[in-house]
């Protein structure tokens, strides 16, 4: 009978699992994410990156078509971890600003007309919102940075043979642990801006600018006070030494992956504390 | 026969949000789990009403006391809780830029219901409360009465055993109002939901629910049973009649009832238990006497409310006939 004659009956059903219900959300998101012509643009364009890795793979790899080619050139197409660093500092970029497009849109229009009470008064605290609308992040970021990381890192693999996996198995574990760490980073400060700002674009202003704003400090600090420390500052520069350790690429003067990583987790923290303190389902004014 | 559990259970619970204490110990047991019954939060602006609910919700940490719904503690076993019950907050609650099915879909996945009956849930529910033809429509586009029912609607959406109702009559116009009180005590009567409504409007609370419980000042001061209060209401009476009445306190008192003459054919009534109205209309035809109006007090409610929180010491005509105050099962 057409829902429209047969009028209101309670729900009587099974109902899903717990874990199921934080899917709803990354479910929903994804497909309006995906009728914004500005995300799909920007998607497609973090695919181009990746294609022309996966070329210079498969032209390292075919010693036929390098004969005849300059030893320096021939020299300059290896597969390490170099290669990897590269392709991982493009891709985490390209996940910045991905984020920077989807993140504001994701807790915003919840806090703008006050739909927080209505998702938690329903069987779901505020950690599985907060898992919720980040794994629309994870889902959203995973395509342009750890799967065609891990993919780079499969083909090489295939094309080199298992003596080039065994000795270099690292680089696979690296990409995957480096991006994800680098997700759950950008996923936070994209969630925290949105639960912070209420307009959209000064949020998304506000994602670009986390990672900016640190840096351009960071290195104003290093220049003015000549402090190797001011890195930690930095969540892209700090990344980027810890991916450096990951990758087993020799590492740079200053603070060593430790103390990067610490770094990071106390930004973890900072931005988890925002989060805390705004997504509430009432505002309480003393 | 086993005592029936209270739906709600308050022991000693204080609330305290920033500095103030909004809640102060307040210990009461209402409703009964299990029956299409209806509870009345009533209190005026700033008694606690909303405060109460959202502590039931878990959204508030009781600084002293507990609170326990539907045999579960609102803090420990808040998402056995959740899992039972709806609720339809009184500030606007939605978003904007989402059509009124897919944001009811969304919650109703998120209550459990799998994608596929979420969906059809949704539309159905949405025809229900009339928004059918405006269910693809973004929420921001909504007008305040719709923007009412579509909060309505997601409440009752996945089916709970208990609907939290906070001022759902607000800024509707009569009529949407009236839909509105309908559809309440059709989730109550029909589908067999327990409904706890907070509202300042007695109106709606007199309309809908089985009991009340007024709070003020963040205490509970009166707990009433409506359906005993209207049963007590049928036997006072209101009458004017015109003809001879000087013997009719006489022969009220000879049926055991007590009549008060206001003067100028103005009578008050309290008729005995088990006395029914027919046997006054008797009484008055046997007099001789003409009834120009002949009302059961409607207003009960009111100076109930009104008495409760201190605005009014006595009911007008009350020195003589005190109506019998009902027992709750609950009390201060």
Same mark, same amino acid.
């Given at each position: ?6 009028g ?20 929903? %998101?994804w ?19 990746p ?13 036929d ?19 990897f ?10 996940a ?8 504001? +849109? ?5 806090? %703008?007309n ?24 994870? +889902? ?40 994800v %760490? ?16 209420r ?33 930690l ?15 087993g690429?020799?590492?740079?003067? +200053? ?16 931005l988890a504390?925002?989060?805390e ?10 | ?8 259970e308050?022991e ?7 500095r103030?204490?909004?809640?102060h ?32 919700l878990?959204? #508030? ?9 539907l ?10 809780v ?18 009124a ?25 949405l ?11 973004t ?39 009236r ?5 309440i ?5 029909? #589908? ?7 509202s300042?409007?007695?109106g ?14 963040g205490r509970?001061?009166?707990?009433a ?8 209401n ?6 004017e ?5 000087? #013997?009719l ?10 009549g008060?003459?206001e003067?100028?054919?103005?009578w008050r009534?309290?008729m005995p ?39 009014l ?20």
């Amino acid at each position: 009978m057409a829902v429209y004659k047969r009028g209101y009956q309670r729900y009587t059903g099974v109902k899903t699992p717990h874990r199921d219900r934080m899917l709803a959300f990354p479910r929903h %998101a994804w497909k309006r994410l995906m009728e914004q012509r500005l995300v799909v643009l920007v998607m497609l364009a973090s695919f181009f990156w990746p294609l022309a890795c996966a070329v210079f793979v498969y032209m390292s790899n075919r010693a036929d078509l390098l004969q005849g080619l300059d030893g320096g050139f021939v020299a300059f197409l290896q597969v390490n971890g170099n290669f990897f660093l590269v392709f991982m500092n493009t891709q985490a970029a390209a996940a910045v600003i991905l984020a920077a497009l989807a993140g504001p +849109g994701l807790v915003a229009p919840d806090l %703008a007309n006050n739909a927080l009470p209505l998702y938690l008064s329903r069987p779901l605290s505020r950690l599985d919102y907060v898992m919720g609308r980040l794994l629309v992040l994870v +889902g959203l970021l995973s395509p342009v940075t750890w799967i065609p990381g891990l993919l780079l890192f499969a083909m090489q693999s295939g094309m080199a043979g298992w003596g080039w996996l065994a000795a270099n198995w690292r680089l696979g574990a690296g990409i995957l642990l480096g991006f994800v %760490a680098w997700i759950l980073l950008v996923g936070l400060v994209a969630l925290a801006s949105s639960a912070l700002v209420r307009w959209r674009i000064i949020a998304g202003a506000l994602v670009l600018s986390f990672f900016f704003v640190l840096t351009g400090a960071a290195q104003i600090i290093r220049q003015i006070l000549r402090v190797e420390w001011s890195v930690l500052m930095d969540p892209g520069n700090a990344m980027y030494r810890i991916w450096r350790a990951l990758l087993g690429v020799e590492a740079l003067e +200053g603070p060593g992956p430790l103390a990067c990583g610490l770094a990071l987790v106390v930004m973890a923290v900072l931005l988890a504390c925002v989060l805390e303190r705004k997504l509430r389902p009432v505002e309480v004014v003393s | 026969m086993q005592p029936v559990a209270p739906l709600i259970e308050l022991e000693g619970l204080s609330v305290r949000l920033g500095r103030r204490e909004v809640l102060h110990q307040i210990s009461c047991r209402l409703g009964a789990a299990g029956a299409g019954k209806a509870i009345g939060l009533l209190g005026p602006n700033g008694a606690g009403k909303s405060t109460l609910i959202r502590t039931l919700l878990g959204f #508030h940490k009781p600084s002293a006391g507990r609170a326990r719904i539907l045999g579960h503690d609102c803090r420990e076993g808040s998402r056995q809780v959740k899992a039972r019950i709806g609720y339809m907050p009184e500030t606007d609650a939605f978003v904007a830029n989402m059509t009124a099915v897919s944001f009811l879909r969304l919650l109703a996945e998120i209550s459990g219901l799998p994608s596929e009956a979420a969906l059809e849930k949704a539309h159905e529910v949405l025809y229900h409360v009339g928004l059918g033809e405006s269910r693809y429509r973004t929420l921001g586009t909504y007008s305040l009465g719709m923007k009412q029912m579509a909060k309505f609607a997601q409440s009752i959406v996945h089916g709970p055993e208990l609907l939290i109702l906070d001022e759902p009559t607000n800024g509707l116009d009569p009529s949407a109002r009236r839909r509105m009180l309908a559809l309440i005590r059709e989730m109550k009567e029909a #589908h067999g939901m327990i409904v706890l409504l907070c509202s300042h409007l007695l109106g709606d609370v007199e309309e809908v629910c089985d009991e009340a419980v007024i709070l003020n000042d963040g205490r509970v001061v009166h707990h009433a049973n409506l359906e005993e209060e209207r049963r007590a209401n049928r036997r006072f009476v209101e009458l004017e009649v015109t003809g001879d009445d000087k #013997h009719l306190a006489g022969s009220l008192r000879e049926q055991g009832a007590e009549g008060v003459n206001e003067g100028q054919g103005r009578w008050r009534v309290v008729m005995p238990a088990g006395v029914e109205l027919e046997a006054l209309w008797a009484l008055l035809a046997r007099h001789g006497l003409g009834v120009h109006k002949l009302t059961h007090r409607r207003d009960s409610l009111e100076e109930i409310f009104l008495k409760a929180v201190g605005r009014l010491q006595r009911t007008p005509g009350e020195e003589a006939l005190t109506p019998k105050e009902v027992p709750t099962h609950g009390g201060l």
